[in-house]
């Protein structure tokens, strides 16, 4: 599938805006989540970026494109990582839930379950 390349742009900005919120919420920057660290805080926090980035209304993004944006790790890990960040939010988890929030609270965003 060939991405537009007003979409492409669409991606890019987004991304970045919620690696802002990490960074500002929790300190961790957006080379830390890109990093191959599987420190919780880290892994979880990368978990949350993918589903939120994965979920969003604004522009479809696929698995892949995830991947590529966090240093070319495969689908089916942005697949598991969704997985992870989704039960977590719906079981009100405390390690992921507040980071959830401020990020669709800041980015405005609106969600759909694909």
């Given amino acids: ?9 669409k991606i890019q900005i987004l991304s970045q805006k919620i690696f802002d919120c990490i960074k500002e919420f929790n300190n961790i920057s957006s080379e830390e989540i890109i990093k191959k660290n599987r420190k919780l805080e880290i892994s979880i ?17 696929t698995y892949k494109e995830i991947g590529d944006i966090l240093g070319f790790r495969d ?17 009100k988890e405390p390690i992921i839930t507040p980071l959830f929030n401020i990020i669709t609270e800041k980015l405005n965003l609106t969600y759909w379950e694909k």
């Fill in 1 to 9: 599938m060939k991405i537009e390349p007003n979409q492409h742009f």
């Fill in 45 to 61: 926090t990368r978990a949350c970026y993918c589903y939120v980035l994965y979920n969003q209304n604004s522009c479809k993004v």
């Fill in 75 to 91: 689908h089916t890990t942005i697949i598991n990582a969704t997985k992870t960040a989704k039960n977590l939010i719906d079981t």
